[in-house]
T-cell receptor, first 110, second 115 residues
Framework: AQRVTQPEKLLSVFKGAPVELKCNYSYSGSPELFWYVQYSRQRLQLLLRHISRESIKGFTADLNKGETSFHLKKPFAQEEDSAMYYC????????????FGRGTSLIVHP | DTGVSQDPRHKITKRGQNVTFRCDPISEHNRLYWYRQTLGQGPEFLTYFQNEAQLEKSRLLSDRFSAERPKGSFSTLEIQRTEQGDSAMYLCAILRGPANTGELFFGEGSRLTVL
């Protein structure tokens, strides 16, 4: 069975500071990794996925298979980045059911 | 356009009552998922449908829970004899893209409060 661990419940930074939200996973195969975001009073939505290799809103994430991590990074945080961030894993076989981490609340202070 | 509508947005009920939530995808999508989210936790998988067939259920889905997707479009999630532990946000999502790399597109959720 797969597992996604987000060790930080809360991450508090000042505007302009670098941000790194940690995500570690446990899965024996080759998974697909995602970051989802939930802004205040909005639905949970996709931020980025590993397979796309793209930067969204200045965020990037690198899959490190050796460390089984998929940390989300942004060099300069903005106040509008304040939100809940969830890391998710879809297994490479079986029913392909995504598993989510518990989430990290990012607060960016002015 | 892809969208998921959930109804009701908020339901307050007394313990022991039955509740039903509805999920309406705007357009046709093969896979539809139900997740539950409690305070401080990420979404937890409950069940999913491939068209009208319910293919997998989590052990979280006790026999008080039942889900249907009769015509492969909208879906309902019913909870019978609600308990206070059922209080949570119930999220519906459709899959956009392939099963292994696709995105879950979520509705805004139905919040259940059991008194």
């Amino acid at each position: 069975a797969q597992r996604v661990t987000q060790p930080e419940k809360l991450l508090s930074v000042f505007k302009g500071a670098p941000v790194e939200l940690k995500c570690n996973y446990s899965y024996s195969g080759s998974p697909e990794l995602f970051w989802y975001v939930q802004y205040s009073r909005q639905r949970l939505q996709l931020l980025l996925r590993h397979i796309s290799r793209e930067s969204i809103k200045g965020f990037t994430a690198d899959l490190n298979k050796g460390e089984t991590s998929f940390h989300l990074k942004k060099p300069f945080a903005q106040e509008e980045d304040s939100a809940m961030y969830y890391c998710a894993l879809t297994p490479s076989g079986g029913s392909y059911i995504p598993t989510f981490g518990r989430g990290t609340s990012l607060i960016v202070h002015p | 356009d892809t969208g998921v509508s959930q109804d009701p947005r908020h339901k307050i009920t007394k313990r022991g009552q039955n509740v039903t939530f509805r999920c309406d995808p705007i357009s046709e999508h093969n896979r539809l998922y139900w997740y539950r989210q409690t305070l401080g936790q990420g979404p937890e998988f409950l069940t999913y449908f491939q068209n009208e067939a319910q293919l997998e259920k989590s052990r979280l889905l006790s026999d008080r829970f039942s889900a249907e997707r009769p015509k492969g479009s909208f879906s309902t999630l019913e909870i019978q004899r609600t308990e206070q532990g059922d209080s949570a946000m119930y999220l519906c999502a459709i899959l956009r893209g392939p099963a292994n790399t696709g995105e879950l597109f979520f509705g805004e959720g139905s919040r259940l409060t059991v008194l």
